[in-house]
């Protein structure tokens, strides 16, 4: 049975799971009052039945690969099953590759047999796996059917299974970012080791290409990682500039002063430039905003003063600006319009006027939600990769000019990690590092949002 059809069948078998169960409850019913309504025990039929079918599907498709190349490698000679790790990947591709291309006549027998047994197991295993999966289906159903009872308190249950859910959905994600953390802080740490943490948060060239070699002084490696840091300030500052005045102002005038009509038109229109993939960005920073730049700053003179490149971090912090726009905009603009009406009507009522109570009201209200539109718009421009390979460049440049080119710790994150390297040179290691600063100054910026908020919020109560 396909995937697509275990799947329609699993639907099927939910829907039949949800009517029996009601039907079972209004035909026990009788005299006596249900505890809940028909419905909530129809649903817990359902969750009764999803859960061990789920739950027996997931067991399944991990531990079934690992058993299909557990009985492969036995069609195979003795000395091939006690090979390494890395012969034994190679040798199963052989095998799967066999098993489906039915041309190859030129492998040896056991190899042959081998592919043979693994087409048979796959077959077998995708019907047992629905016999499995749609029966224990069928038994949870079935021992939620015969439990149903007028005293049976259906939607306590109920609900208590969805809180456990949430609950699960919430550890699942508090989890993640622990994982997250703690890979990168390990690797970091192994990168410590080898490069002082001085050096590295307090060095001014960043030059890891001859990181290949243990000698970290005859090789010409540094990893002062200033320039990268300075870099990314600057990019991301010039965007802010660009995005926050903008898509404050435009969500105030959205908001407060639009007729509805032009709203419902104007919004949409700012939000699609969130949808524009950023690669397009790049090439209308590389192609268009950077030379254009680069042409009126050498009509200007400035080439004869300061560097002026063509690629540089003012035209990928324009485009970048324009980019978050919508960050701001729409979020501000949604907060803005939860505002209650009640507190505009009571300072216009006291004779403030629009422009008044927007400043002293509506905006401090609406502060928290502000804060947070800027901070993701923050973080964006400082993780942005795209637009700054195409526009400013890979030189770790430590300047102020945002005319000159100038790179970014995203885009050195990548440069490191291209390429076959390995896991145990200060190169790629480096990059593990950088990720950890990134983390650290999210957190940062993160903290600081919250005191902000917090302080006005005060004020404003």
Known sequence: MSASVLIVCMGLMLLAAFTLGRGRSLSVRGEQRLNSLPYFYGMLTVMWSALPGVAMLGLWLIFDDNVIEYVAMQYLPADMRSVDDGERSLILNQIYNLAYDQGATLAPDYMVSAAQAVNRMESHSRWLMSVVVL???????????????????????????????????????????????????????????????????????????????????????????????????????????????????????????????????????????????????????????????????????????????SESALAAGLVMGIMIIPFVSSLADDVINAVPQSLRDGSLGLGATQSETIKQVVIPAALPGIVGGVLLAASRAIGETMIVVMAAGLAANLTANPLDSVTTVTVQIVTLLVGDQEFDSPKTLAAFALGLMLFLVTLALNYLALHVVRKYREQYE
């Open 135 to 309: 029966s224990s289906m069928a038994i949870g159903a079935g021992l939620m059917w015969l439990r149903i009872s007028p005293a049976l308190k259906a939607r306590e249950r109920l609900e208590k299974w969805f809180r456990t859910g949430l609950q699960l959905c919430s550890m699942i994600a508090i989890l993640t970012t622990i994982g997250i953390l703690l890979s990168v802080l390990f690797e970091s740490l192994r990168f410590f080791r080898q490069v002082p943490v001085t050096e590295f948060l307090f060095g001014l060239d960043w030059s890891p290409q001859g990181a290949f070699h243990a000698d970290q002084a005859s090789s010409g490696m540094r990893f002062g990682a200033i320039p990268l840091f300075a870099g990314t300030l600057m990019i991301a500052a010039i965007a802010l500039v660009i995005a926050v005045p903008t898509g404050l102002m435009s969500a105030i005038y959205l908001s407060e002063y639009a007729p509805s009509k032009l709203r419902a038109t104007v919004k949409p229109l700012i939000e699609i430039l969130a949808g524009v993939p950023t690669v397009v960005y790049g090439f209308f920073a590389a192609l268009t905003v950077a030379p254009f730049i680069r042409d009126l700053a050498t009509s200007m003179g400035l080439d004869q003063w300061v560097a002026v490149s």
